[in-house]
């Protein structure tokens, strides 16, 4: 029982040191509602991107992310961690609906990332949501990660 204690007070602790995030409305459209998640610290990328990819001028790179039923809230963050190139997002849902593109600037900070949450009022429809990532101005080769998540 000790072990539960700990693991809980270690996850309230760590709840209690994230700083808060607040978020700006930046797109409506669709019954969709899609905010930027204005300084989210940088740890959520370690924490939600484990793969890196590479991006040239003009390429597109395709990602999938499998959303299940009752999900209310979509995340996806790209992050690509310097404003000398800039990628664009562009968000497919299951039911045709396109959101974006969306650029680093979007947020109101060029960081080189680009940190949304989507929302729809009565749910998110389930299935595959595609998200196109773009290179929209790169010189060489950029490194970007990118990750993505429904619930």
Same mark, same amino acid.
């Given at each position: 029982m000790k072990v539960h204690w700990l693991a809980l007070l270690?996850? %309230?602790?760590?709840?209690? !040191? $994230?700083? !808060? %995030?607040?978020? @700006? %409305? $930046?797109?409506? @459209?669709?019954?969709?509602? %899609?905010t930027t998640v204005e300084n989210a610290p940088s740890r959520f990328a370690d924490v939600f991107a484990l793969t890196s990819y590479t991006i040239t001028q003009g390429q597109t790179r395709w990602h999938t992310t499998s959303v299940p039923s009752g999900a209310t809230r979509f995340f996806s963050n790209l992050n690509w961690g310097t404003s000398a190139n800039s990628l664009a997002l562009t968000l497919y849902t299951p039911d045709a609906s396109v959101l974006g593109p969306y650029y680093d600037p979007a947020d109101g900070v060029i960081d080189g990332r680009i940190y949304l949450m989507v929302t729809r009022s009565g749910g998110l429809p389930s299935g595959t949501w595609s998200s196109k990532v773009y290179g929209s101005s790169v010189t060489g080769t950029q490194t970007y990660s990118y990750s993505a998540s429904g619930y």
């Open positions: 270690f996850i %309230v602790g760590l709840a209690l !040191s $994230i700083p !808060s %995030v607040s978020a @700006k %409305v $930046i797109e409506e @459209k669709d019954g969709y509602t %899609v």
